[in-house]
């Protein structure tokens, strides 16, 4: 049995919560690989928005576990938090979900540090979601992290104190203020939530069941621009978002992995700094803004829009091995009455279909291609040949270029809304 990865092949927020929501019922296990609550992914139940943060999309269905895998990082009061208003839907949810035991846990003091890292970033501040997530990534890799397993142990408030000093000395070096006492609070408590959760060995849990012919997909948080090796560094986050994180997130072996299922809007968005070629400043970029009520799921700030951009899809698909595509939010493309695609960036007066270095520094500017618009509702369409010529012209435009099948176009956000491509 192999494992299949679901990620996003943008800069994250593609739709992947829907998506995984729709593909759930075909596998017995998701699990979340990387990341932590800087992820929102939205499904609809019962009529019901749900934006998750640590709980993986496959939640909703009886038959499904939901792992929260080794590579994440969990904020105690915040998965508390999110527990309570999945079980508000009367959903068995200690039994489904399960976390394991080398994920890190994002301590108080590591939300108060990203919040004066950025602070201290000034104009250049990365747009983090105030998490914790890079400072808590940061603990890890230098190997003072705390993790889910450690909760269990006779030290764990020892170490924590231990941690905690230690982030205070480094914070006497920021002019921050900040309040960590009702944050302590609601971690502890957020812990005591924990400790009655079903904590496993991520790696055992996910490859005995592969023994027994369970079907396992990957869901991943962020984007591939977001990656920390591959994405817009410095703007990106702190994980491996990737195909690859799959494997050291999990713990599954590089063989196991099956398909690879990339995630795109119709279209392009950005939450937070950092470089964004194709992004559009005028009426049209707002117009996407509006349409596609593009404001973050997990912070509610406005998201930036712009054409689909070609070569970084390209770049994506490669870094990811992806073997389908799917493509979101295509309904909210349907007013327009033209549609543009970045196809190549414009480096030392050259098309280049590659992505610079230095897309921080100096931004290209970009070639796009017109194509006529469908301009007609596609909410009754559930196969590609019912749909209006110009839009079966755009998806074989980019498979053509992008070289890879569009498998599934979603035209709305609830489960149904879907076009078999
Ligand atoms: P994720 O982080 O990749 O799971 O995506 P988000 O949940 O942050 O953002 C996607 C937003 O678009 C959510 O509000 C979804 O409900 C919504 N959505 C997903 N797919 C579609 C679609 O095909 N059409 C429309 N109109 N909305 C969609
Ligand atoms: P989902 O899973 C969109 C962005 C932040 C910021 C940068 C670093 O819903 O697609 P961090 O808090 O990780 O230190 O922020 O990454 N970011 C996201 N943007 N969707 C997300 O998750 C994101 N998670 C982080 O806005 O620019
Ligand atoms: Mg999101």
Not at 106 to 120: F, N, Q, S, V
Not at 219 to 233: H, K, M, P, R, V
Not at 301 to 323: E, F, K, Q
Request: with cysteine; proline share 5%.
């Amino acid at each position: 049995m192999t494992v299949d990865v679901l990620l996003g092949l943008q800069w994250g927020d593609e739709g992947k919560g829907k998506i995984v929501d729709y593909l759930a019922p075909n596998y017995d296990v998701i699990a979340r690989f990387q990341g932590g609550p800087n992820a929102g992914h939205t499904l609809y139940y019962e009529g019901q928005k749900l934006v998750l943060h640590h709980i993986p999309s496959g939640i909703l269905y009886d038959n499904i576990v939901n792992l929260l895998g080794n590579g994440m990082v969990i904020d105690p009061a915040g998965l508390q938090a999110e527990i309570e208003k999945v079980a508000a839907l009367a959903i068995p949810i200690l039994e489904r979900m399960f976390i394991a035991q080398k994920a890190h846990l994002i301590l108080p003091t590591h939300k108060i540090l990203d919040g004066a890292y950025e602070a201290a970033k000034g104009k250049n501040k990365i747009g983090s979601t105030l998490r914790g997530i890079g400072p808590t990534y940061s603990d890890k890799t230098a190997r003072n992290g705390l993790r889910i397993g450690d909760i269990l142990m006779d030290d764990f408030q020892v170490r924590y104190e231990a941690a905690k000093t230690k982030h205070l000395r480094i914070l006497e070096q920021y002019d921050y203020e900040f309040d960590l006492a009702p944050l302590e609070t609601a971690f502890f408590e957020g812990i005591e939530c924990l400790r009655k959760c079903q904590i496993v060995d991520g790696a055992y849990f996910l490859n005995e069941r592969l023994t027994k012919g369970q079907k396992i997909l990957a869901e991943g948080a962020q984007g591939t621009l977001l990656d920390i090796n591959f994405g817009t560094y410095p703007y990106v986050t702190s994980s491996s978002t990737t195909t690859s994180g799959v494997c050291n997130g999990l713990g599954i072996a590089p063989q196991r992995i099956g398909e690879v299922i990339g995630i795109s809007k119709a279209y392009c968005t950005r939450v937070g700094g950092g470089p964004f070629p194709t992004e559009l400043h005028d009426e049209v970029g707002e117009r996407i803004r509006q349409l596609g009520g593009e404001f973050g799921a997990t912070t509610g700030r406005p998201r930036r829009c712009g054409w689909i951009d070609l070569p970084a899809l390209r770049y994506a698909i490669m870094i990811n091995g992806v073997t389908q595509l799917v493509l979101t939010k295509v309904d909210i493309l349907s007013s327009f009455e033209t549609i543009q695609a970045g196809i190549a960036y414009e480096i030392d007066g050259k098309a280049s279909p590659n992505m610079p270095y230095d897309l921080d520094r100096q931004l290209p500017s970009v070639l796009y291609k017109e194509m006529e618009g469908w301009q007609s509702d596609l909410s009754s369409c559930r196969a590609l040949t019912d749909t209006p010529q110009a839009l079966q012209n755009y998806i074989e435009f980019l498979e053509r270029e992008l070289q890879v099948k569009i498998t599934l176009l979603s035209i709305g956000p609830n489960r149904e809304e879907l076009i078999i491509g």
